[in-house]
């Protein structure tokens, strides 16, 4: 067994960058694979997840070269995909398998998916119902504990796809982009609706690669139309700012640590990914923004965090600190009116 000490901190002062945003990460490998060219990928998380997205991509046919947090990818567009040799190897990322399935329920071949013990056990029937529905066909195993439901090894056999009007029942940014993806190789447009607001990072950077993908005004609704497009993404430089998660646990050590003074640079601002900044300043820390840039969509900028002391929200366990659902900006700080010992803030939002 190994026992940890930790020790109270003086004050926390300095200013640093954080990894590269993983999800962002993943998009940026995958989209950069689907492109028209060579793309230069800058700030590339280095985590165990993301060498999984490239692992499978080179698989597929794609040259994908990385050194330390640069990547340089050869894209080859959906129709330059090729059927892999032997499975693809997801290991534990989510993110990896179900973007994936999205991507190949449009190509003409069959293709095994599996990863470790972990991803093993997630269910996959929310991500293969819809895109059956639009032409493809995946099997997996069955599991009697949870019947109808579908879990890896997967097999996906593509093909010709028809769009699709469908109502999310889970706000999932997995799900989502691997609807889009399937939508991009359809017949027709594609329609999808969520119950919240989930990550948007697929939207932005297909957006700014010059994919038919928009945003409903009205209904908040994704709408993929690639009727008339040439299906070829454009090979632009990618920048990928720092992971705002990672960023999170410094924000709160400074925040709580007094005199301390912690400035964290080139972090990705998404408002769908902001909720931590939401709870810090509501908890009365003293934090701000400036943004600096944006980068293919995504606002980037830079984060002070002062140590003055804080309280907790009432109920923090009720927010979503990484994953928000809430569409509005991070805001200005404030305190709620009652409030609570940091002490007692809940795990959920760790």
């Known amino acids: 067994m190994t026992t940890m000490t930790v020790r109270r901190s003086g004050p926390l002062r300095g200013t640093c960058r954080v990894p590269g945003d993983k999800s962002i990460s993943h998009r940026a490998l995958l989209f950069g ?13 280095q985590g165990g997840d993301n060498l999984s997205t490239a692992a499978a991509l080179r698989a597929l046919g794609v ?15 959906f129709a330059g995909l090729r059927a892999a040799a032997g499975a693809l190897d997801c290991g534990n ?23 470790d013990a972990s991803l093993t056990r997630r269910p996959m029937r929310r991500v293969a119902d819809p895109l059956r529905r639009m032409g493809a066909t995946i099997d997996g195993r069955a599991d009697a504990a949870r019947p109808g439901d579908v879990f890896p090894p997967l097999r996906v056999r593509g093909g010709a796809l028809a769009g699709i009007d469908y109502d999310l029942p889970v706000a999932s940014a997995q799900l989502k982009s691997a609807l889009v993806l399937a939508g991009l190789q359809a017949k027709g447009t594609t329609r999808l609706r969520e119950p919240g607001r989930s990550r948007d990072h697929t939207e932005r950077m ?7 993908i928009a945003v409903d005004a009205g209904s ?11 299906g070829k993404l454009r090979a632009v430089p990618i920048v990928i700012p720092g992971d705002l998660s990672s960023a999170t646990f410094l924000f709160v050590a400074a925040a709580t640590v007094a005199d301390s003074d912690v400035t964290v640079e080139n972090v990705g601002l998404n408002p769908t990914r902001a ?18 840039s944006d980068a293919m969509g995504e ?18 366990a009720s927010w979503r600190c990484d994953r928000s659902t809430r569409s509005r900006p991070w805001r200005s700080p404030q305190r709620w009116p009652t409030a609570t010992p940091c002490s007692a803030i809940s795990p959920s939002c760790a």
């Open 299 to 316: 606002p980037v900028g830079s984060v002070p965090s002062a140590g003055r002391g804080c309280a907790a929200p009432p109920s923090p």
């Open 93 to 115: 990322s989510g993110t990896t398998i179900r973007l994936l399935i999205g991507l190949l329920a449009g190509r003409p071949f069959e293709t095994e998916l599996f990863g």
């Open 220 to 230: 908040g609704a994704v709408v993929v139309d690639p009727d008339g497009w040439n």
């Open 63 to 77: 040259d994908v070269a990385l050194a330390g947090d640069e990547a340089r990818i050869h894209g080859v567009g």
């Open 33 to 45: 694979a689907l492109a028209d060219g060579v793309v230069e990928a800058r700030g590339l998380g």
């Open 206 to 212: 297909l957006r700014a690669m010059g994919a038919p």
């Open 275 to 292: 909720g931590a900044l939401d709870v810090l300043a509501a908890m009365g820390a003293d934090i701000s923004v400036t943004p600096t």
